[in-house]
Each structure stands twice: as C-alpha cells, then as structure tokens.
C-alpha cells in the first residue's frame, strides 16, 4: 500500500484514485498509451484499495478547496467505496467533487444518482462530443448506448446534485465544442471546454 498513490495534490484540491478501471478506452487518455502519470505522481495501482486505505491517504478533508474522485480509471465502479470514503469526507467538513464519464447509471444498472445525492457536491461528466459516432470513435466505449445513456445522466444529475459539469475536449478531431456547449445548457448543466493535457 505504502507504494501506492492513493492520493495526490493539485493546486488547492486533493485527488483521489481508487481505481484503473473504466469501460471507455479513449483515445487521448494517457492511460491508454501506458503512461499512468499525473504531474510528478505515478498512478500505479497494484491491488484495489479499501475505503479504509483511501481514508488513511487523506490528512484534513477540510484543508482542501475539494477533494476530487478522479485518478486514472472511472470512479462510480467502485460505487460502495466511493460512497463510503465521500461521506467520510463531508462528515470532516470536506467538499466532494466527482470526475466521471456519466455511465455510473449503465454499469451499476440502476439509477445511482439518489445515493449520491447526500455526500457528492459536484459531478464533473466528460460528455467529449456531440453526437455518438464521434463520441465512439474517441472514447471507444466497452457497454453499448454508452453515448445516450451519458446524456441521460447528464439530464437527470441536476435533480439530485446542485453543482452539475459537463466537459468536452478542444482539439480533438470532429469535436464541436459549441455543440457540445448546447447539449449541456439544453440540460441544465454548466459546461467547461478542456484542452488535452490537463487532469482535473
């Protein structure tokens, strides 16, 4: 465990990585060309932590602008962790931020976003393109749908979470940013461009 980073620092926030897995392989994730590193942090994992070791790697809760669920793999499959370790974090005065691909719904086959409700503050949702041909050609999903049944999370998150994202990527080939920009808005949730070398 001593080995692993299971919690890193970026400006004001501290990130938490619970998991490698996902069921997107993009394109322009460094994962998939190998490398797991953010910053001057190697994201290695070589067991999936417990929700008692990703306590362990957070000091003061409190002492961060947000903790963030991010790492190099999809939060919500580790739903019961996550859950756990969130409420840990806002019973110590923490506000917790979620980085997801908007899929929790479709991989745990229910609607998760009640159980959320009370320990997440924010959700960001990589929604990344406009329509589902783009979407499969750069995020080269495992589960079939995968590009409606993000748009649908994104639609039904605001109902259960205040602080609602939706991201895409600038630069990425048959991207709209602006289209992506509307299909945020139409569901009532912020939108923010990335650029491709940035984790957070």
């Known amino acids: 465990m001593e080995n692993q980073q299971l919690s890193y620092v970026i400006g004001d926030s501290l990130y938490l990585n619970i998991t490698d897995r996902c069921t997107l392989e993009c394109a322009f994730c460094p994962k998939t060309q190998g490398v797991l590193q953010v910053h001057e942090y190697d994201l290695t994992l ?8 990703i306590i362990a790697a ?7 602008k947000e903790v963030v669920f991010c790492g ?7 739903l019961k962790v996550l859950l756990e370790v ?3 974090i806002k019973a110590h005065g923490g506000r917790v931020r979620v980085n997801t ?3 929790a719904n479709l991989a745990n086959k229910r609607n998760v976003l009640p159980e959320m409700a009370d320990c997440v503050d ?3 949702i990589s929604l990344n393109a406009q329509n589902a041909e783009v979407y499969d050609r750069h995020c080269q999903p495992a589960l079939a749908g995968s590009f409606e049944q993000m748009l649908e999370f994104v639609a039904e998150a ?3 979470i205040a602080d609602v994202t939706a991201t895409a990527i600038d630069g990425l080939e048959g991207v709209d940013i602006e289209a992506c920009r509307k ?6 949730v912020k939108f923010r461009r990335r650029v491709l070398d940035v984790v957070g």
Do not use: C, F, M, V
Request: charged share 25%.
């Open 46 to 53: 070589d067991h999936r932590p417990s929700s008692q070791e």
């Open 58 to 64: 957070i000091d003061n809760p409190a002492a961060y």
């Open 72 to 78: 190099y793999g999809e939060p919500t499959l580790r």
């Open 86 to 88: 969130a409420k840990y």
């Open 101 to 103: 691909d908007g899929l």
């Open 122 to 124: 924010a959700l960001s």
């Open 158 to 160: 605001p109902t259960y």
């Open 183 to 188: 299909l945020a808005e139409a569901r009532g």
